[in-house]
């Protein structure tokens, strides 16, 4: 059974920092392209990082560049998102989740999420 | 950027009803939309890739359809479990992905 666990979330003051992990089972962790979306109180969904099976190449959506980095450790099955930086923008559910592309129809999906872990930027 | 419009943005309906929801995009994505389904205070759920294909386990109530700038998600008849969010995402642009805003659907 595949499975995805975030860890990590918490209070943290603007200016901080925070470190998400995101325990994967069930699965070849390494074959898979990973992410992070994340969701504001009361929002939509929004993606906030890649990174591929083998650790590169790495995107990351505009508002987070030059402050959040994404990683994994394929021996571990532990995927991170090392939030520095943070504004109260950034409170939000982080989810990780898995996309494997189809090659039948040369598209992707995030087949799989975590349960997600709450960031709150607050003074 | 590639922009998502969903609409309706809330919609209500009753058990038994035929549900459309649309996703229009701001440029032709050719069928590279996913659909998800979100429960309050729960993960997304992925229901459909490739604009039409459902993911594995997903009930055949719903289906999609569309290519270019304007998708569906169909629910044929609404259980009490549909009652959710549902998001579209183009993959058009993988990995540099946007979702659309969401369609909430409520108990009339």
């Known amino acids: 059974e595949v499975q995805l666990v975030e860890s990590g979330g918490g209070l943290v003051q603007p200016g901080g920092s925070l470190r998400l992990s995101c325990a994967a089972s069930?699965?070849?962790?390494?074959?898979?392209?990973m992410n992070w979306v994340r969701q504001a109180p009361g929002k939509g969904l929004e993606w906030v990082s890649h990174?591929?099976?083998?650790?590169?190449?790495?995107y990351y959506t505009d508002s987070v560049k030059g402050r959040f980095t994404i990683s994994r450790d394929n021996v571990k099955n532990l995927l991170y998102l090392q939030m520095n930086s943070l504004r109260a923008e950034d409170t939000a559910v982080y989810y990780c989740?898995?996309?494997?592309?189809?090659?039948?129809?040369?598209?992707?999906?995030?087949?799989?999420w975590g349960q997600g872990t709450l960031v709150t930027v607050s003074s | 950027d590639l922009q998502l419009t969903q609409s309706p943005s809330f919609l209500s309906a009753s058990i038994g009803d035929r549900l459309t929801i649309t996703c229009r995009t701001s440029h032709d994505i050719a069928n590279y939309l996913a659909w998800y389904q979100q429960k309050p205070g729960k993960a997304p759920k992925a229901l459909i890739y490739?604009?039409?294909t459902l993911q594995s386990g997903v009930p055949s109530r719903f289906s999609g359809s569309g290519s270019g700038t304007e998708f569906t998600l169909t629910i044929s008849s609404l259980q009490p479990e549909d009652f959710a969010t549902y998001y579209c995402?183009?993959?058009?642009?993988?990995?540099?992905?946007?979702f659309g805003g969401g369609t909430k659907v409520q108990i009339k």
């Open positions: 995402q183009q993959v058009n642009s993988y990995p540099l992905l946007t």
């Open positions: 990174i591929s099976g083998s650790g590169t190449p790495i």
């Open positions: 989740a898995r996309a494997p592309y189809y090659y039948g129809s040369g598209s992707y999906s995030f087949d799989f």
């Open positions: 069930g699965f070849t962790f390494g074959a898979y392209t």
């Open positions: 490739a604009a039409s």
